[in-house]
């Protein structure tokens, strides 16, 4: 399952991104990663969550940043759920249709049972239409 956490720049997206980590841990019985463009959020998360600075490696468009998430999942056969935040500014989609990359991570969230949660700097109204129900 794809969830989406939607917003304005500044409108509290990696706080509740954050809040939703901090929720999952209570009742995980797999493996939690966090991937963020730095690695300024370490201290506001569990020691048992994985971050992952996207930064560090060198991901130049949005074909190698789903091939890097399908890497994630296949390294760990008891990953349980993947916070995307910064979604646009880490898959490289910024000022582009994120419709396709939605649509492969349904299909990765579907295939190897990891919940995936994005954080996007979009309105409901610039999603496309299918992802709308994805907003939590």
Do not use: W
């Not at 966090?34 to 600075?53: C, F, G, M, Q, T």
């Not at 930064?55 to 074909?63: A, G, M």
């Amino acid at each position: 399952m794809v969830q989406l956490v939607i917003g304005e720049k500044g409108e509290g997206k990696t706080k509740k991104m954050l809040d939703y980590v901090h929720d999952a841990m209570k009742t995980a019985t797999g493996n939690i990663v966090y991937l963020d463009k730095s690695a300024r959020n370490i201290h506001e998360l569990d020691n048992k969550v994985r971050l992952i600075n996207v930064s560090e490696y060198p991901i130049q468009n949005t074909d190698q940043f789903i091939g890097f998430i399908c890497g994630i999942c296949s390294q760990d056969y008891d990953l349980e759920a993947m916070y995307l935040d910064g979604f646009l500014k880490i898959s490289k989609l910024e000022g582009q249709d994120i419709s396709d990359a939605l649509t492969q991570l349904n299909q990765i969230s579907e295939q190897f049972k990891v919940k995936l949660v994005l954080s996007v700097t979009l309105s409901k109204e610039e999603l496309p239409e299918f992802a709308r129900a994805q907003v939590i």
